[in-house]
């Protein structure tokens, strides 16, 4: 069975730092690409860019270019989105999603809520 | 960019009738290269529908998608009380990726 186990809840602090995680099993996940998707209180759906971890190819949409950065560990089975100083306006559910061999999101974590605070 | 428009931004019906969800994009949708998803409160979204008009795996026939160009449409032909969710399409012909804002159905 394909899953994909995010990391919990984070609650943080303007100015910080932080790396969420999404662990896939199930399937050969150096092989299929992984999306993020930002999804904002009450918002709807944004992609925020995808990462191959074959080879660590990555892909942004213009919207997060340089907010955000995409890595991954193939050898864990592991995508990660991090941050290098959160805002208040990153207050959002992540959610990693894998990529069909067509490109549409097949499957979707269970999504890692992010609260920036002061 | 492609923009997707979906509408209306709300549906209200009952169970039972048929549902119709629009989702226009600004440009032709490369390869008809869309999907449709279902969100429910407090879940993350699931995969309905891709290649405009594939159901995905485990997705009952009610649900049927159809268009191609810049105009596609979701039908749920008989609306289960658990159809009541938030559905999206999404291109993914180009990049970026992008989605429409949302369509919520809900009960009448």
Do not use: H
């Not at chain 1, 930002?38 to 925020?48: A, D």
């Not at chain 1, 995508?79 to 097949?106: E, H, I, N």
Request: proline share 5%; hydrophobic share 30%; charged share 15%.
């Amino acid at each position: 069975e394909v899953q994909l186990v995010q990391s919990g809840a984070e609650v943080k602090k303007p100015g910080e730092s932080l790396k969420i995680s999404c662990k896939g099993s199930g399937y050969s996940f150096p092989s299929y690409w992984i999306a993020w998707v930002r999804q904002m209180p009450g918002k709807g759906l944004e992609w925020m860019g995808i990462i191959y971890p074959g080879d660590s190819d990555t892909k942004y949409s213009p919207s997060f270019q340089g907010q955000v950065t995409i890595s991954a560990d193939k050898s864990i089975s592991t995508a990660y989105l991090q941050w290098s100083s959160l805002k208040a306006s990153d207050t959002a559910m992540y959610y990693c999603v894998r990529l069909s061999y067509s490109g549409y999101f097949d499957y979707w974590g269970q999504g890692t809520l992010v609260t920036v605070s002061s | 960019e492609i923009v997707l428009t979906q509408s209306p931004g709300t549906l209200s019906l009952s169970p039972g009738e048929r549902a119709t969800l629009s989702c226009r994009a600004s440009q032709s949708v490369s390869s008809n290269y869309l999907a449709w998803y279902q969100q429910k409160p407090g879940q993350a979204p699931r995969l309905l529908i891709y290649g405009a008009s594939s159901r995905a795996t485990g997705i009952p026939d009610r649900f049927s998608g159809s268009g191609s160009g810049t105009d596609f449409t979701l039908t749920i032909s008989r609306l289960e009380p658990e159809d009541f969710a938030l559905y999206y399409c999404q291109q993914y012909g180009s990049s970026p990726r992008t989605f429409g804002g949302g369509t919520k159905v809900e009960i009448k």
